[in-house]
């Protein structure tokens, strides 16, 4: 109930943090002259009694902060084992069988040939009209939805979002007669809601936010003195979202496109398998062959090559 009830202040302290220059330190002097200036915390309690309660909030919000570091460090411990041991699972359960043949004839292998060719055409055929009927099923389900932008996000009216699978970025500019300062404006930045606009205006975003933030992670920024920028941290970040707020239009979220710059955060074997993926997925939409089909034609292609003599009409892959 505590940490609900200090998190309502988390956006306009974030406000305020955002306006000194000199970072915390700044903050904490602003707050305790607050205190000595405003109020009789240094005075109307017995002698030692602020520093105390000064000592005992710091301990307190210390103890938990440490415990919070700690069991994040042993979550992505266990991500980073689970990951590797689906990872090893997966490489072990690859089969490793060699072909099977069978001598054939000149004549044998001819027909054989040409009824490989025959085949593939039609399979590439069959999977062309199945993606067919499946685009169809989806741009019905779809239909209305915005394509998103170069970023994942999109370019509404009064502003515009990009995103990843963990934060989201919004820009909102304001045209007006004058230089902003972060005082002209209101950002109240919560766990489910964003509210954004100028003091004395009716605001630009006011609404629930699609899905819940780190608002301890969030961050806005006024840039040349005319755009806020602003920066939401995902609590889930196995999601695409589909608008920042619940009064926007949609976007179609499978057409959003992962950055490959992100491919460069991977370990090595982790990276090669998803480069893999995305590689097998595009041959897919393309009716080509995969990866593995590759290997299997290539490993038959010189096979067949060194033995010209074999008869591969009857012969069975697998």
């Keep these: ?71 994040e460090a042993k979550e992505r411990e266990e991500e980073t084992r689970i990951k590797a041991e689906r990872i ?43 993606e ?7 741009d019905e389900k779809d239909k209305g939805k915005m394509k998103p932008n170069v970023g994942n996000g999109a370019d509404l009216p009064d ?7 963990s934060d989201v970025e919004i820009r909102v500019p304001f045209t007006v007669s ?15 809601h964003l509210r954004v606009g100028l003091k004395g205006h009716p605001p630009v975003i006011d609404a629930d936010l699609y899905n819940a933030v780190k608002v301890e992670e969030c961050l806005w920024s006024l840039v040349d003195k005319k755009v806020v920028t602003i920066s939401l941290e995902k609590i889930n970040t196995m999601e695409w979202w589909s608008r920042i707020v ?8 499978k057409k959003v496109q992962p950055e490959n710059s992100k491919l460069s955060d991977l370990d090595g074997e982790t990276r090669s398998m998803v480069e893999k993926m995305m590689y097998d997925q595009r041959q897919k939409e393309m009716g080509l ?30």
């Design 132 to 138: 067919e009927a499946s685009d169809g099923e989806e």
């Design 88 to 130: 090893a699972k997966k490489a072990a359960e690859t089969p490793k069988e060699e072909p099977r043949i069978k001598e054939l004839t000149d004549a044998e292998a001819d027909a054989l040939e040409a009824e490989l060719t025959k085949k593939k055409l039609g399979k590439k055929e069959e999977t062309e009209k199945e």
């Design 289 to 318: 062959p995969t990866s593995e089909d590759q290997k299997k034609q290539d490993i038959m292609g010189k096979f067949m090559e060194q033995h010209p003599e074999m008869d591969f009409s009857k012969a069975k892959f697998t």
């Design 1 to 71: 109930m505590e940490a609900e009830k200090a998190e309502q202040f988390y956006g306009m302290l974030l406000a305020m943090a955002q306006q000194h220059e000199g970072g915390i330190a700044d903050l904490m002097n602003t707050i305790f002259s607050f205190l000595a200036t405003k109020t009789d915390f240094y005075t109307g309690g017995e002698k030692g009694a602020a520093k105390k309660m000064v000592l005992d909030t710091f301990h307190r919000h210390e103890s938990r902060a440490l415990a919070r570091q700690e069991k």
């Design 159 to 165: 502003y515009s979002w990009t995103q990843s699978l």
């Design 178 to 192: 004058f230089q902003l300062k972060s005082r002209d404006l209101v950002v109240d930045i919560q766990k489910k």
């Design 246 to 253: 619940t009064t926007d239009p949609e976007i179609n979220t």
